[in-house]
């Protein structure tokens, strides 16, 4: 990290009173424990809630990290076995880790429903907690359209409809965590591979076209979405939530490897034909821990409190990087108005 940035804080509790605090500069190469380190006092005593944390990826790592610090770290993900792996790893790392697990099938909307009544009979949160949302999980693409039981596209269910709908669910239970001192946070994790694309075609949203569907397509419209829906929640939550999204930068993750995905990346040069990182392509690696750095800003970092709904990169506010088709308030609202007709539910605060 590099040096340190001096700024003033308002104190929460007595605006009349001002407090100067030393911050570091986030660089690419900050890592996901230094940042919580940093921000160890605002991580202490919160709860989050953490899709998709199968070890070797970034939310796995970001719920290893934050365990460190956090009341409880709920870590979910569709395959009992592989979350009984994640909580062994991280307990045996972190000895007084609060881990729960929570089966959660973002794919069906069924099972976010479950899901999301189960964390609502938690007892969570209690005063001082806080609720911390953070959407990591990501489906792999495939050959072919895949859909799910709901008849929608599997990498835009996982990404933006499951989210929405998780997200409207435990809303009460984000709200009720807001204080005068603290807003409570909703983190989307999406990639800078949103600008390879020209954005969600809303037209198959609801109606996926195995014609206009290719594996590469679909995840830069999932990423995409992502963005519009951060920004589009912050503005519709008029500050009782923020949300942000980010893009974790490139790492040899679970994802990368599975059959679809890899053969994408290795057509694309960014994996060897050993379906390994190429380090001599153009691109920039990023170690795990490097990677769930910025998840842990997103949600922590007390320097976003006057950037809500921003993206990320490299752990800092990087808004001029979202492409057109990403930032476009029309798009949110049209892409809010057909999720809410998908789960057929109103998302309202």
Not at 222 to 242: D, H, P, V
Not at 273 to 291: M, R
Request: aromatic share 6%.
């Amino acid at each position: 990290m590099t040096a340190p940035i001096r700024f003033k804080l308002e104190c929460p509790w007595d605006p009349t009173i001002d407090t100067t605090m030393s911050l570091p500069t986030f660089t690419p190469s900050t890592t996901a424990d230094e940042v919580a380190a940093t921000f160890a006092e605002q991580i202490r005593g919160k709860n989050v809630l953490i899709t998709g944390t199968s070890v070797n990826g970034i939310g796995f790592e970001a719920a290893r990290v934050l365990a460190k610090y956090a009341n409880l770290v709920i870590i979910t993900g569709y395959n009992p076995e592989r979350l009984r792996l994640s909580e062994e790893a991280i307990t045996k790392d972190v000895p007084s880790a609060n881990i729960r697990q929570l089966i959660l099938d973002l794919s069906s909307l069924a099972a976010v429903r479950k899901a999301a009544k189960e964390v609502n009979t938690y007892s969570e949160p209690l005063h001082p907690s806080s609720q911390v949302l953070i959407h990591n999980a990501a489906a792999p693409g495939g050959k072919k359209l895949t859909l799910t039981v709901d008849g929608l596209e599997r990498q835009m269910a996982v990404a933006q409809i499951g989210p929405f709908l998780l997200t409207k669910l435990l809303a009460p239970k984000l709200l009720a965590a807001r204080s005068t001192s603290y807003t409570p946070r909703v983190v989307m994790v999406s990639s800078e591979a949103h600008r390879f694309g020209s954005g969600v075609n809303l037209s198959t949203v609801a109606h996926p076209d195995p014609e206009k569907h290719t594996p590469s397509d679909g995840y830069f419209q999932a990423k995409s979405a992502n963005i519009l829906f951060a920004s589009e929640l912050t503005k519709r939550a008029e500050g009782k939530i923020n949300a942000y999204s980010l893009h974790p930068g490139l790492i040899y993750t679970n994802i990368q490897q599975k059959e679809g995905t890899k053969d994408d990346l290795i057509a694309a040069g960014v994996l060897t034909p050993e379906g390994l990182p190429n380090l001599d392509g153009p691109y920039k690696w990023k170690t795990l821990g490097q990677g769930a750095a910025t998840t842990i800003a997103a949600a922590f970092d007390t320097r976003l409190d006057a950037k809500p709904g921003s993206y990320l990169l490299d752990s800092v506010e990087a808004n001029d990087k979202i492409a057109p088709h990403s930032s476009d308030p029309e798009n949110a609202a049209k892409l809010w108005t057909i999720t809410e007709e998908i789960v057929g539910e109103k998302f309202t605060f």
